[in-house]
């Protein structure tokens, strides 16, 4: 439950009403009782004795049950057991024929205790208290000469049961009602952050376009700087483009913009890498995208281990069909294929790892002539 939702605010409206209900139904039972010229004298000691005794149990619980949003079993259960036990004491204090008589206070307070076990309880806890209370009452009236008043007992039986029950209908709608407009309400909430958090979003990529990634880029191409560091402008640049243009609203993250990033921290290691491509699908599995993003950078660790060289080159490449192809290449010192065994080193975990997403690796090399890898992702691949 929502704290200040309308839900909250609901139980404690009935919480009162209850209340309400409580004191209209035990209160006129004293009045009547002190009414001057009644015949109020009739009613035994030990019944008024219980009659005062209940309103300050009453009073109590109330006051206990009004502080807090929501009732738990225990005081439910022992508003039953009191009341319970005030209509079998008063009921056989008082003589048979009198239980169905106005001396008898607990029919009306018995009500109201089904009542408030049914809207905090439940179907259960009100069938209960019912069964409990309008046991109890008839247990106490139905014996000897009480016989006589049965049609009297039963409707006032069967009018605590039909209030339990009404009272509990009208309480489950209400309350039902109320939280369905909480959730409501959440969603509403939820639906107006996450615009604010988009709509920031989007000025932080604004910000980053017109501000970071343009001075990048005029330092990239600014002829008094060394060439060093215009690269490394240049490589910045890229790599925020990418992460600019695919910002707000794209969900996951691209196969385009996993090879920039994996580019951009081979260049800031040493290695000199020039990303292009073209026609990139905008969504692909993460795991393909995982394990294409991989395979090159181990090919590109590859390069700067052992190629003998500073600068290699990236293109990928998409097709209409689907079919993606990723080319690594680099201009070193090459080697034989023929002398590295498939099934051996990073090789094998390149080809292991693609071949789980249905891509497929070739490498094209030879002694001083550089290497070419290429990564083929068919159009419906198989794993």
């Not at 022992?78 to 319970?84: E, G, S, Y």
């Not at 950078?297 to 590859?302: D, F, I, Q, S, V």
Request: glycine residues 10%; contains cysteine; proline residues 5%.
């Amino acid at each position: 439950m929502r704290k200040g939702g309308v839900e909250e605010q609901v139980r404690t409206w009935l919480t009162r009403a209850l209340a309400l209900l409580w004191i209209a139904q035990a209160v006129p039972w004293g009045v009547l009782l002190l009414w001057s010229g009644s015949e109020s004298s009739l009613a035994p000691m030990p019944v008024v004795v219980s009659y005062l005794m209940y309103l300050v149990w009453a009073a109590g619980l109330l006051r206990w049950v009004m502080r807090r949003p929501e009732v738990g079993w225990v005081p439910i259960a022992a508003a039953i057991a009191v009341m319970t036990a005030a209509e079998a004491f008063v009921g056989f204090v008082l003589p048979a024929e009198a239980v169905a008589t106005w001396q008898n206070w607990t029919p009306a307070p018995a009500t109201g205790v089904a009542v408030l076990a049914h809207v905090y309880g439940g179907y259960r806890w009100g069938a209960g208290a019912a069964v409990a209370l309008g046991g109890m009452y008839l247990a106490t009236g139905l014996r000897g000469d009480g016989v006589a008043q049965a049609g009297t007992l039963l409707g006032v039986t069967g009018q605590l049961v039909v209030f339990t029950f009404a009272g509990g209908l009208v309480a489950a709608k209400l309350l039902g009602t109320a939280r369905q407009a909480d959730t409501e309400a959440e969603g509403a909430l939820r639906a107006r952050e996450a615009t604010a958090r988009a709509e920031e979003r989007v000025r932080q990529y604004e910000v980053l376009h017109d501000n970071v990634l343009n001075t990048l880029a005029l330092l990239a191409s600014h002829p008094a700087l060394p060439e060093a560091v215009r690269a490394k402008c240049a490589r910045e640049a890229r790599f925020l483009r990418v992460l600019v243009d695919g910002g707000p609203g794209v969900e996951g993250t691209t196969l385009d913009s996993r090879l920039t990033e994996v580019t951009y921290l081979q260049g800031a290691h040493g290695l000199e890498v020039h990303y292009s491509s073209d026609g990139l699908p905008s969504t692909m599995a993460s795991t393909v995208v995982n394990a294409i993003a991989a395979a090159v950078t181990e090919a590109l660790n590859n390069v700067a281990k052992h190629a003998g060289t500073t600068r290699a080159w990236v293109v990928a490449t998409g097709e209409p069909d689907g079919e993606v192809t990723v080319t690594i290449t680099d201009h070193g010192s090459g080697f034989d294929p023929a002398t590295v065994a498939d099934d051996t080193g990073p090789r094998r975990s390149m080809t292991t790892r693609l071949a789980e997403v249905g891509a497929a690796l070739t490498i094209d090399s030879g002694p001083g002539r550089g290497t070419v890898v290429e990564i083929l992702l068919p159009a419906n691949p198989s794993a």
